[in-house]
């Protein structure tokens, strides 16, 4: 969120996203891609600094039931192995 702010305090001063990525190198490894990227969202009226949704894995994954599920595969993992094969 930090590099949104300062990109659009420079886009609201009328610096250019080329002068603006010029600056910001100067004090905050940024890619001259995010500049352009948060330049073009606030040119067209997103001033928010919320992320779009996008797919990808649900937050909800992360879940009470899911760490509890996985704890057992785990736990059960350690278990010895029936070595009688060998």
Same mark, same amino acid.
Request: glycine content about 4%; hydrophobic content about 30%.
């Given at each position: 969120m930090e590099q949104g702010v300062n990109n659009k305090f420079c886009f609201k001063l009328?610096?250019?996203?080329?002068?603006?990525?010029?600056m910001l190198v100067k004090v905050d490894a940024v890619s001259k891609k995010c500049?352009?990227?948060?330049? %073009?969202?606030f040119r067209d009226? %997103?001033? !928010?600094? %919320? !992320?779009?949704?996008r797919s990808g894995r649900p937050p909800t994954s992360t879940t009470p039931d899911n760490i509890e599920r996985v704890r057992r595969m785990l736990a059960d993992d350690r278990q010895p192995k029936d070595m009688s094969y060998i």
């Amino acid at each position: 969120m930090e590099q949104g702010v300062n990109n659009k305090f420079c886009f609201k001063l009328g610096r250019t996203a080329t002068e603006t990525h010029e600056m910001l190198v100067k004090v905050d490894a940024v890619s001259k891609k995010c500049v352009f990227e948060w330049f %073009k969202r606030f040119r067209d009226g %997103k001033e !928010d600094f %919320k !992320d779009e949704p996008r797919s990808g894995r649900p937050p909800t994954s992360t879940t009470p039931d899911n760490i509890e599920r996985v704890r057992r595969m785990l736990a059960d993992d350690r278990q010895p192995k029936d070595m009688s094969y060998i």
